[in-house]
């Protein structure tokens, strides 16, 4: 599940990855100037995750 959220004026999407040593791992990008750009674009790194294991 991607996670979208305002960081000052931009916008960053994050989800977890598999854990790592027993902690949680997320993959964040911030920079994006709306939410619908950062949602969809988080939507694409996170099935890319899915289907590949790594970005």
Known sequence: ???????????EYSFDVAKIEGKRKRISKSGFKTKAEALKQGTIAYNEYLNNRSI
């Open 1 to 11: 599940m991607v996670n979208v959220r305002k960081r000052g004026k931009a916008y």
